[in-house]
Every structure is written in C-alpha cells, then in structure tokens.
C-alpha cells in the first residue's frame, strides 16, 4: 500500500510520546555466542602469534596466505593502486582529503601552562598517540570515503604510524581503498580482519605491531572483540545504525527532502530517516516525492524497507517544538532545511554534526565538506562527539611547584591526607613545609 | 629479611627487559561469577526501577530504606554536614576546591567556525552534557578529595544537573564526603552503590534521573556494570591499581624520596612505586631511608606488602635512559626529582601527570595543587588524559553550505559516492548542482 510506505506521525497525537519512543527504540544485538567465539580468537591470537592470524584468515576470509610477511601489502602495491585509478575519482579524492585536512587543522590542540605569582607552574602537555590501527571491513562495504575520515585526524594530531587492517575475503582487493589509504597518509596495510585483526592490534604478533588505538567500523564480531579488548587499547565508539533527522519549515523542494532522506535510508534497512516540518501539506507533498522516486532508486529495496521501517515523517507545531524533539532525540545528522539555520543554533544541545541550510545536504558532510563523518548515533551524542584530532591526541598535567608554593600547598594537602587517612601522603608534603629559617 | 624488601634491579642486568615486563604486568581480574551477577542486577533494576533498587540495597549494604524517597539525601543534611566539619578542614576543602576550579578553568573549550571565501561556515559547536553520575566508593576508602576532583570539572564544563551515588553500608554516612559534595556543587546525592546504582543512573528509575555520564572509581561490581553499560552511556576509564614512577639524580634528601614511594604504596598492596637512578650509592641511600621510616607508618602493612610485591629501585645509566624507560612504562605519575626538570619535557611522551622538581612530590596533586588526580593507570596514559573538563563537554560539527560553495562540493561528493555505490547520496548532491542560469 502506497500510504504505509512511511509512517506519519503528530506531536499532537495522544500516544506521540509512546509511538516515538518506539520508533527511536534501538538496541545493539549482544550475541552470546558471537562472544565466545570472539574470546576464543583473541586468547588465541594473543597466544600464538602470527600462526593464530593466518590461520583463522584461511578459516574466515577463505584465502590463504603463504606466510606471515604475505598479509601485509607492500607500499609499491598502494602506490600503484593511486597511479592506476580514474583521474576523475583521484582528483575528487585528493580535493576531499585536503577539504578533511584543512577542517581537522582546527581542531589541534597545543600545550597549555601558567605560572603563579610564587613561581609554580601548572598545565598540561599535550603528545599524539605513537601508533594506531585503522580496521576498514572488507567486501561491499568498503568505503574509500571512511578511510580518509579516520586516517586524516590522526596523521593531522602527528601519529608517528598509522597501521591499517581491512579483511579481503577470497583475496579481493578495494583498489580504490587503496588509494585512499595512499593519499591520507596510512603507514602500512596489513589484509585481515575480523576479532583476529583486533586481536593482532590490540596484542602484537611478531609481524603486526601492538597500537595504543583502534578506531574504525566493524562487524559483530569487530564490534565484540573492541568490547571485549576494552580498558587495554584505546577505542573509538562502537557505531550503532545510521539516521538522519530533518526540519523543514515547509519551504524547500519536497524532492531534494526525499533523496536526502533516501540517503540516510539506503545505507542499510536498520538506518532511520525522520522529517519533522509545521506544514502538513508539505509532509504530503514529500510523501508523494518519496513514492514518485523511489521505484528508480539502484537501492530501492534497502531504502524501502528502512523507511517503512524506521522512518516516519512528523507534523509539529512549530520549529521551535522540532528543536526540542532533536534535543530529546539527539540525532547523528540533524539537517535544518530552514531559513537563517544559523540562528537556531543556541537553541540545539545534542546533534553529532548539524546541516544548515537547504544547500547542505548531508552527503556533501559524508564527503568532502571538510568535517569528518564517524558521528555519535543511536543518541550518544549526548555525550559524544564527532571523530576529531582530540581523539589521536592525549595529555599529561604539568606541576612544578616552587619551594614557597610547595610549603602552602602542604599545609593544605596535610590537613585533607590526615583526614583520609592517608598520612604517608601528608608526610611527603609535610617534608617540604619551609621552617621559620627557610622563610 | 631487610635486604628483601624492595627489588633493586639494573637496566644492566641481562634479564632487565623481562624483568620489567614482569614487574609491569598487571591484568584487572575479570570474573564470570561476578558478571552473571552484575548483569542480572542490572537486568532487574532495568524492568523493576525503585523496587529492585530498595531489594539490592538492603541486601548489600545491610541497611533498610523506608522508601525510595529514603534514598536520597535531603539538601539540609547535606548543608548541615558542611557547617558542622572542623574549620580547618573545611578551610583546606575550600582552599582545594578553589585551585582546582581555578586551573580547569584553562581547559573549557570554546565553539568555533570559519568562513570560506564563497560563504560556506565550517566548524565545531561546543555545548556541557546535561546531566553526569558520580560514584563515590562507601565505607572507609572514601575519599572527599575525589568528590572535588570528580565533580569540578563537571561543573567548570556547564553541567546541569551532577547527581551523585554513593553506598551507605550498614547507614554509615561520611560526613567530610558530604561537605565535600557541598563545595564542589552538587546537585543531589543518592545513598545507592554497586552495581544497583549503576543501573539506575544508565537507565533511570522513578526517583533516580537517567544521566549521560558516569565518572568516579568503585569495586569490581562497579568496574564490571560500567562495563556492561558501555555505549548506552558515557563512562570515564576504568581505573588499575595507582603508580608512581620517580626519576631522581641523587640529590634529593632520600628521606623524602622513599616518603614519595609510600604516598603511592600506601593506597593498597597492588599500587606500584618504582624509583630510577643513576647514583647507585644513592639507591643505597633511599633504601636504607626505607627500612627506617617504614616501621613508623600508620599503614606499614600495607606499604610494605606493596613495595615487596610490586616496588623496585632501578640503577640506569644516565637521565636520557631514565627518561625512555619512563616513556616505555607510561606511568600514572612521574615524578622528576632532579635539577632543570622543565628541561627535560620535550622528552617525555607518555605520562598521566608530570611532578617536577624535588618540591612537587605527588600527595600535593593528589589534593591540591589544581590538576586532576584522576589519572590513567596501568600504562594507558599512551592513549588517555587526565580527568578533565573535556570529559563533560561534547562538540557538534557545523556545516552551511552556501549555493555556490554546494554545488562545488556537489561535483566532489557525486564522484566519490558513485564510486561507494551510494547513488542516493550522488542524487541528493546533484540536486544542489547550480546550473548555466544559477551561476
């Protein structure tokens, strides 16, 4: 039926609250199985090495490597693989990864320290991190675009080296990922994947070196042995299904309103699509977009069934109750298809990246608009941010007290020591109490 | 046997790598045991709310609340806590809470953007989570000063609403915690702990508010919920026993230095002190300052369990080797106790906090000197920070696209998303393509 296509929702229905609730409801499948087996490949992998590596390749990618050196490729190979794609795609790559560059500068942070009128000094330095793993899952779903988002940051903050794992399933090789890896700056590239890849980084083999950080998108199982490596590596978030969340005030082309929608949709069927606009004559008017488009959609299934799905279009009653539902629903990607979008900008609290304007579609984001696409979803935008520099950098506080300085700061740290009960504690500070002579 | 007190070890020796691998090597245990029974209390706290709260809480901390509203404490008591410490300890909480406040001030972030020549802005809106948890341990490792470090640069950030939890086993109320709360700001404290209280502050009961966040250290209960919890709320890192590494030239009197390595041995058996040295006579020296002082030490037990266990004194070549082996180990304190220590900063990587100079020995961080004492542990300082205000604040990226800047952006993003197969997103561009007319 043409009119379930896409659920039609209204703030002002009575069961609004319940039905959205429903809607938005996601939870990651937590697979018990999934878990032993994932425990299985890390014990092993951190037991044996190399030899665990290859042969759960052979097991899971169902290829065979001949030896350890065979899993990475040799920069010559990456090189080449630069030289040999389209111009065009090559051009569009390089003008995004410089885009990426150019944005992440911003967000580099440098040392900070002050120094108090006694002479101490307090700050902190800031380093990058020395190695880090990059997973890129292999097959289909391997996205060149997601390889400059996750590598650009990092060689922006200084890593020293930069190691990405991407699995190829019967030796299929992404050429264009390659590429990709070459113009962000990857260091080296090793071919497996899945928890025996994470594994590998998290540990060390004697051919793949330990990081201190893995970050990039995975399946259950990559997802899995992340959780299950926690506290031991640094991590990136574990992503949940994609969504988007547009407000419209009813005035930009109902089509151009469909396809970004569809965007969202056609990753995968789990992905969400909402449209939240105070004219109902236009949600109509969308409707009739999205079933006039769809049919010629290359990903028309994929988009139906995540629309019928998840999406919904929403009446409310005016922008500033939509702004109040994105703060409740804290979106990845909030598109405000809206005149003036800026001004609304004090108004939104929780969004991963924000979309202003009827000319910033959110594929543009996704590209080479400049800011980096790994985004909070399933509302941990609350309390979390879009993959950034900050996430390759890290920090060390700084404190050098002078010896007049250090004599005050005892007095204090003695009085709360004893009151812990901690007076090992207080004695060490009240080793550097100046007496009557020293002042 | 005095000689057998604390390890003494040489970068010389030929086993020193496995050595220090050994004396490094530390797992958190994890426990099945404890994770069926963590998961089946948050399963219940999940569907039951308040009720499955008030069962767990009167069967692990053996007191029995009323009624759900029983679990909270009321603002007066808290306030009456903060008027009836002694002076002088609520002069040297102020004082604390004061530098501390003063030197997170420093870390807030602020918003920023930039303007493209064609009127495209680019940027990062920073905006406060709304509402954290603190967990504050119960009984007696209850540490006020944890209170002030956990809860300052929450509030600093712009946090709304700070809701602390703390146990109350057999009703046991701290009340230097309770004033500590009353300084630092805040908001409300349940009397809730373990693994009950995690649930109700990820997922929220009837009397406790759902949060965004949960910082603050606590048993393996706490460690595993949180564990449980990741991805549905943010957490802070999960803490390893604490650590000092203590760099020294040998002239610092040795009475301090072994008084520095108690501070850190004192907290329990599992923390780790370890001193490098090129003054092997002065080895001596602090060893012999060790057998002499450690009787006299309210915590002797305690310290010496923990120096024999897990301390060491290291004779090494010079400062330079001192300095890689520090990097290699990645301490949670480091302690520079030598002349000129700023000079030596370029050459450090890896540390949670850096104490320079023979007057900053660690208890003064740990209370007052204004940097946060909650550091990372266990050589995770590779990859992680401090505690800082940056863990309560969270960025959303910003992109307005102008007509001119999109439809540039447009011919990028079609290319790169027909190469990634995603044609909906290539439509979505292309429709912000301007044509002949438009430009």
């Given at each position: 039926?043409?009119d379930?296509?896409?659920?039609r929702m209204s703030?002002?229905?009575?069961?609004f609250?319940?039905?959205?609730?429903?809607?938005l409801?996601?939870?990651?499948?937590?697979?018990?199985?999934v878990?032993?087996v994932?425990a299985g490949?890390?014990?092993?992998?951190?037991?044996?090495g190399?030899?665990?590596v290859?042969?759960?390749?052979?097991?899971?990618?169902a290829w065979?490597p001949e030896n350890a050196?065979?899993?990475?490729?040799?920069s010559?190979?990456?090189q080449?693989?630069?030289?040999?794609?389209?111009?065009d795609v090559?051009?569009?790559l390089e003008t995004?990864?410089?885009?990426i560059?150019?944005?992440?500068?911003?967000q580099?942070?440098?040392?900070?320290?002050?120094?108090e009128?006694?002479?101490t000094?307090?700050?902190q330095?800031?380093?990058?991190?020395?190695r880090?793993?990059?997973y890129?899952?292999?097959?289909?779903?391997?996205y060149?675009?997601?390889v400059?988002?996750?590598?650009?940051p990092?060689k922006v903050?200084g890593v020293?080296e930069?190691?990405?794992?991407?699995?190829t399933?019967k030796?299929f090789?992404n050429?264009m990922?390659?590429a990709?890896a070459?113009?962000?700056?990857?260091?080296?590239?090793?071919?497996?994947?899945?928890a025996?890849?994470?594994?590998?980084?998290?540990h060390g083999t004697e051919?793949?070196?330990k990081?201190?950080?893995i970050v990039?998108?995975?399946?259950i199982?990559?997802?899995?042995?992340?959780?299950?490596?926690?506290?031991?590596?640094?991590?990136?978030m574990?992503?949940?299904p994609?969504?988007i969340?547009?407000?419209?005030d009813?005035?930009?082309d109902?089509?151009?309103i469909a396809m970004?929608l569809f965007s969202?949709?056609?990753?995968?069927?789990?992905a969400?699509?909402i449209?939240?606009?105070?004219?109902?004559e236009?949600?109509?008017?969308v409707?009739a977009?999205?079933?006039?488009?769809l049919?010629d959609?290359?990903?028309?299934d994929i988009v139906?069934?995540?629309l019928?799905?998840?999406?919904?279009?929403v009446?409310?009653k005016?922008?500033d109750?939509?702004?109040?539902l994105?703060n409740?629903?804290?979106p990845e990607?909030?598109?405000?298809s809206?005149?003036n979008?800026e001004q609304?900008?004090?108004?939104?609290?929780?969004?991963g990246?924000?979309?202003?304007?009827?000319?910033?579609p959110e594929?543009?984001?996704d590209?080479c608009?400049g800011?980096?696409?790994?985004l909070p979803?399933?509302g941990?935008?609350?309390?979390s941010?879009?993959?950034?520099?900050?996430?390759?950098?890290?920090?060390?506080?700084?404190?050098?007290?002078?010896a007049?300085?250090?004599?005050e700061l005892?007095k204090?740290?003695?009085?709360?020591?004893r009151g812990?009960s901690l007076?090992?504690?207080?004695?060490?500070?009240?080793?550097?109490l100046?007496?009557e002579d020293?002042e």
């Amino acid at each position: 039926m043409a009119d379930t296509l896409i659920k039609r929702m209204s703030t002002a229905d009575a069961d609004f609250d319940v039905a959205l609730t429903k809607l938005l409801d996601w939870e990651s499948a937590s697979n018990p199985t999934v878990g032993d087996v994932v425990a299985g490949v890390l014990a092993k992998v951190r037991a044996e090495g190399d030899a665990a590596v290859l042969e759960f390749t052979q097991r899971f990618d169902a290829w065979q490597p001949e030896n350890a050196a065979a899993l990475e490729i040799p920069s010559s190979r990456i090189q080449a693989a630069l030289d040999n794609i389209d111009a065009d795609v090559r051009t569009a790559l390089e003008t995004a990864a410089e885009r990426i560059r150019a944005y992440h500068l911003h967000q580099r942070q440098e040392s900070w320290s002050y120094r108090e009128a006694d002479g101490t000094l307090l700050g902190q330095q800031i380093t990058a991190l020395e190695r880090v793993g990059l997973y890129v899952p292999g097959g289909k779903a391997t996205y060149p675009s997601s390889v400059l988002m996750n590598a650009i940051p990092a060689k922006v903050a200084g890593v020293d080296e930069l190691i990405m794992v991407s699995p190829t399933p019967k030796g299929f090789v992404n050429e264009m990922v390659l590429a990709a890896a070459a113009i962000a700056g990857v260091d080296r590239i090793f071919t497996i994947g899945g928890a025996q890849a994470i594994a590998a980084l998290a540990h060390g083999t004697e051919s793949i070196p330990k990081v201190d950080k893995i970050v990039g998108p995975g399946n259950i199982f990559v997802a899995t042995a992340k959780r299950q490596v926690f506290g031991s590596v640094g991590l990136d978030m574990i992503a949940g299904p994609s969504e988007i969340l547009v407000i419209c005030d009813g005035k930009t082309d109902p089509d151009w309103i469909a396809m970004d929608l569809f965007s969202q949709a056609e990753h995968d069927e789990d992905a969400q699509s909402i449209l939240l606009s105070p004219d109902a004559e236009f949600l109509d008017r969308v409707e009739a977009s999205i079933l006039r488009l769809l049919p010629d959609l290359e990903r028309a299934d994929i988009v139906r069934r995540s629309l019928s799905g998840r999406g919904a279009l929403v009446l409310v009653k005016d922008i500033d109750e939509a702004l109040a539902l994105s703060n409740r629903i804290a979106p990845e990607h909030l598109e405000l298809s809206v005149d003036n979008a800026e001004q609304l900008l004090p108004k939104i609290r929780h969004a991963g990246a924000i979309f202003m304007g009827r000319y910033t579609p959110e594929a543009l984001g996704d590209y080479c608009a400049g800011p980096n696409h790994v985004l909070p979803t399933s509302g941990t935008a609350r309390f979390s941010s879009p993959l950034g520099v900050y996430d390759f950098q890290k920090r060390s506080s700084l404190i050098g007290c002078s010896a007049t300085g250090a004599s005050e700061l005892a007095k204090v740290a003695s009085v709360l020591a004893r009151g812990e009960s901690l007076t090992a504690h207080a004695r060490s500070a009240e080793y550097r109490l100046l007496g009557e002579d020293d002042e």
